[in-house]
């Protein structure tokens, strides 16, 4: 069971790198900014919690760069978690393919970072046009597919 958690670890390492990357492939073709979601996460768990990440004033640029990180290492951590379920949940899949496990696991990350979003009143994906949903399905399906082929050259053999 180990080497599984260790290989969903490299696979979810992997799939995070190609989340990211198709993430800012799309932001350079399409001149888009990042997206401020995974600060404004951040800023709404402080609320939420009654803590605050910095000691700085409130409305500082320092307050505003430490959400921004805090948010993107939430989101490394998002993906080394999801790749951990997959090497707990990888060896009971059977004879599904690599296509349709990377797809699941693709849409099991969407649903597990938006989510959280949406419960926190953050965004409301029946509000988005076609456009945005397509620049947030698509990273997640390649750290699906991503995740389910490293895991599968890394995890020990049956």
Known sequence: MIRNVLAGIAAGAAGTTALNVVSYLDMAVHARAA???PAETVRRTEQLLGVRLSSEE??????AHRRSAAGALLGIAAGLGVG???????????????????????LVANVGTTGPMVVLGITDPRTWPVSSWLSDLVPHLAFGLATAAVWEMAAPRR
Not at 58 to 63: A, C, H, K
Not at 85 to 100: C, E, K
């Open 35 to 37: 997206s401020s979601t």
């Open 58 to 63: 409130l409305g500082s640029e320092g307050v």
């Open 84 to 106: 951990v379920l997959y090497g707990l949940v990888a060896p009971r899949l059977g004879g599904a393919s690599l296509v349709a496990r990377g797809i699941g696991t693709g």
